[in-house]
């Protein structure tokens, strides 16, 4: 199951949504961190954040760290459970089928008030 | 159906020498002390434990609230309760330690020459510790403005 085959995209996915998480969290606790000097600081930068084309990064965000939480926890099934290799097939199918059914809905439901391209 | 296990070949394992990372094919050695033991299942253990704190922050913050309602009142009113801010400490160290071990993890992988590991490690945990530092005095220290609005 692995090189070229379904594992190996599912671990670069991995690495790769990792380390976008990582930048956006060094950005989110710059933002944060306005709080602290008040309340004109701080809702001047968050303003950026209601605009349509952070609302759909905001979505892939949610994605990156769903896809990272739900493959997570089948890496932790294949390390954890000898017999987990057996299912690895329907593991990698749930993984990914877990995943739309949780994003798709998200972003319907994130979005679903957006103003675009305003 | 259970696959059965084909006989493992026999493979030296080259182990490190002192102060080595890689072995002259390039592959990483197996470490020689239990330091990536721990680093292995600290991803694990903080991984389940950011299920609860990551998507529960995504939870409340980006679908049952949004980015329409965030603001400076949103969050004071958020941190007057010492349990808010301490579930946003644990966020942050989690998620913080976890991704910079991530990045550690990439930094040998993919960071062949010294020189530049040591760069780059270093790079790494003086962000990191930076962030971690003004991330923890924000939540910690915060103390609301009264802000006079009329509503």
Redesign the interface.
């Known amino acids: 199951m692995y090189r070229g085959q379904s594992g190996m995209w599912l671990w670069v996915l991995h690495?790769l949504t990792?380390?976008g998480?990582?930048a956006f969290?060094?950005l989110h606790?710059?933002d944060?961190?306005l709080?602290?000097l008040?309340?004109s600081y701080?809702?001047d930068l968050?303003f950026l954040?209601?605009h349509w084309a952070?609302?759909f990064l905001?979505w892939l965000l949610?994605g990156a760290?769903?896809y990272h939480?739900i493959n997570?926890?089948r890496v932790?099934a294949l390390?954890f459970w000898e017999?987990a290799?057996?299912q690895h097939k329907q593991l990698y199918y749930g993984t990914l089928g877990l995943f739309f059914v949780l994003w798709i809905p998200?972003g319907i439901?994130?979005l679903k008030?957006v103003k675009w391209f305003v | 159906m259970a696959i059965q296990t084909p006989e493992r070949p026999k493979v030296t394992v080259k182990t490190a020498t002192k102060g080595a990372r890689w072995t002259k094919t390039g592959a990483r050695p197996r470490p020689t002390n239990a330091f990536e033991l721990y680093s292995w299942y600290f991803f694990r253990v903080s991984g389940i434990l950011l299920l609860v704190f990551a998507l529960g922050h995504l939870a409340i913050m980006h679908l049952i609230n949004n980015v329409e309602v965030v603001n400076y009142d949103f969050i004071a009113q958020r941190w007057a309760s010492p349990l808010w801010r301490t579930f946003d400490l644990i966020l942050l160290f989690l998620a913080l330690t976890h991704g910079l071990n991530g990045v550690r993890t990439l930094i040998y992988d993919y960071v062949q020459s010294k020189g530049w590991r040591v760069f780059s490690l270093s790079a790494l945990y003086t962000t990191g510790l930076f962030f971690l530092l003004i991330g923890a005095q924000v939540i910690i220290t915060f103390q609301p403005v009264v802000t006079a609005r009329a509503k």
Request: charged share 15%; net charge neutral.
């Open positions: 690495r990792g380390v998480i990582l969290l060094f606790i710059a944060t961190y709080v602290g008040g309340p701080y809702n968050v954040y209601k952070f609302r905001e949610v760290v769903l939480a997570g926890m932790i390390d017999s290799i057996n998200a439901f994130m008030d």
